[in-house]
């Protein structure tokens, strides 16, 4: 693998301890792959933030790291295991919170933005068409690659890390162009929602095999929906990106030979939401995964029609998100109505078995796969409109 000269430096630990540990990362993974090189990178997203998920080892990884660790690019942070100002509302634990605030500072020593989101694109780190990136995080990747068109590879948390405190990655996968062609062609009934388009995602999600799918057949599709479902698609398959005929970036991309075709029916879409739900009485309702936009909360307001929400309700968003909703009187609407709105984390990476909550009502696919599949809970996967009802209901 060739490296420049200033990338043997770094390997040799000429810039740093935390340099050497980061290229030796890079390295290693690009002999994997088979990188001829490395490539410079404009911004990272780092994954592996909430303590549930680190751990003492973990901790003191970072720690160690941010002695001398400096990012080299714009770098921002996957949600924590708590909301940095309302923890003490949802009833974590002080010492999971010490805990916690230790592993953010540690980010923090090393130039991090303390962005704490899963859509770092809804909080300053939006990138270019063509730019090469280094994201972890399985719905930003997602997103990333197909609804903007830069360049990153699905990313786990230490690679990702490694790219921002070197500022390169290996040129490999997705960061080629050839790799980023579609290789199944899926034919897609008429989509009413978000709610559908995440639906569809699981669908093609099980039978893609992580292969890149090309969707025909959609008339029109907005952020949410994009949103929803690249990370339904992301959770269930593992694959990295995806096009949309006539909207994404790169979908006039063809691939040499002829691909299989899926047609997805709406009883397809049926049968997912049916084996998605567990139909419970629910503990939590929960909207925001990944992160709700403003976009979503107004909508929230709208289907809510000044009705008072009467059982335990979380809206996870951004920071950035949340203050311009703020701007707005869309987040203090919200409160009025019953909404509890927390940034900086989500009921994945919380420590939720640890909040007497053992079920959960969503329109997230992404929100279910998770919930079921890490922290043991039962799902009621609704529409907005239906997950509304059920939160006004005495």
């Known amino acids: ?21 980061a290229m030796e990362i890079l390295v290693a993974l690009g002999e994997i792959y088979g990188a001829e090189k490395m490539v410079p990178i404009t911004s990272a997203q780092v994954s592996g933030v909430s303590y549930k998920n680190l751990g003492e080892a973990g901790l003191e990884w970072l720690e160690d790291l941010s002695k001398d660790g400096r990012v080299r690019v714009q770098t921002t942070l996957n949600p924590a295991g708590i909301d940095l100002e309302k923890w003490r509302e949802i009833g974590v634990s002080e010492n999971f919170v010490e805990m916690q605030k230790r592993v953010i500072d540690a980010y923090l020593a090393m130039g991090i933005k303390p962005t704490l989101t899963c859509t770092p694109y809804l909080a300053e780190n939006m990138p270019r068409f063509a730019e090469h990136i280094a994201w972890s995080e399985s719905s930003a990747v997602v997103y990333a690659n197909s609804v903007i068109g830069a360049r990153t590879n699905r990313e786990g948390g230490p690679s990702a890390l490694a790219a921002a405190l070197t500022g ?115 503990d939590l309702i929960f909207i925001g995964c990944p992160h709700a936009s403003l976009e979503e909360l107004i909508m929230l307001i709208e289907r809510l029609e000044n009705r008072v929400v009467k059982k335990k309700m979380w809206v996870c968003t951004s920071r950035a998100v949340g203050a311009l ?70």
């Open 168 to 282: 390169r990655t290996p040129f490999y996968g997705l960061h080629l162009m050839e790799n980023r062609v579609y290789s199944i062609k899926v034919i897609s009934p008429n989509l009413e929602d978000e709610y559908d388009f995440a639906l569809l995602g699981y669908v093609v999600g099980k039978q893609s095999k992580g292969r890149i799918p090309l969707f025909t057949g959609i008339r029109s599709a907005n952020q949410s929906e994009l949103k929803a479902l690249g990370a339904a698609l992301g959770s269930i398959s593992g694959t990295p990106m995806f096009h949309v005929e006539g909207i994404t970036p790169e979908y006039t991309l063809t691939p040499e030979d002829r691909v299989e075709e899926i047609e997805v029916s709406d009883r397809d879409l049926e049968n997912a939401s049916e084996e998605l739900n567990d139909d419970v009485e629910p």
């Open 325 to 394: 909703a703020k701007k707005l009187g869309v987040y203090q609407k919200l409160e009025r109505l019953g909404v509890t709105i927390l940034s900086d984390t989500c009921p994945i990476v919380a420590p939720i078995n640890e909040l007497n909550i053992r079920s959960i009502a969503t329109n997230s696919v992404k929100g279910v796969w998770y919930s079921r599949n890490l922290n043991n809970l039962s799902i009621k996967l609704a529409k907005l409109s239906e997950l509304v009802e059920e939160a006004v209901r005495d």
């Open 1 to 21: 693998m060739y490296l420049t000269r200033e990338e043997e430096k770094m390997l040799a630990g000429e810039m740093g301890h935390a340099v050497q540990v």
